[in-house]
């Protein structure tokens, strides 16, 4: 009845687990902020959802629920980064100084 390779194996997972989640969360805001994905690749984050989706089943046929809800998670973060590379894949990368440039502009004709 040993009980520390059970917490030290429990220890990983919820590392592991926190690690995936929070990995999107800088890429996402990223995307979010400059609502441009010239930087993302469609291709890795077809994979990611398709990984995500499959960890999450086989977590279901396993019945574990800790595998299933951190791949939850992981696969709805992953798929909002999908879906907003979708929506800003043709977007200019540099809007934000075109804006920039365009107050420049007026305040000097003013």
Known sequence: MDLAPNVIV?????????????SFIPQ??????EKTAASVSVRMYVLTV????LWS??????????LVVSNLISL?????ILLLD?????????RRSRRSDRTAASARRA
């Not at 429990?10 to 929070?22: D, H, P």
């Not at 709805?76 to 909002?80: E, M, T, Y």
Request: net charge positive; aromatic share 10%; hydrophobic share 50%.
């Open 57 to 66: 089943i086989y977590g279901l046929l396993l019945a574990s629920w800790p």
């Open 50 to 53: 398709t990984g995500f989706s």
């Open 76 to 80: 709805a973060l992953s798929s909002a």
């Open 86 to 94: 979708i929506r800003y894949r043709n977007r200019p990368a540099d």
């Open 10 to 22: 429990q220890i990983v997972g919820v590392g592991a687990a926190l690690c995936s989640i929070t």
């Open 28 to 33: 996402l805001l990223k995307l979010w902020r």
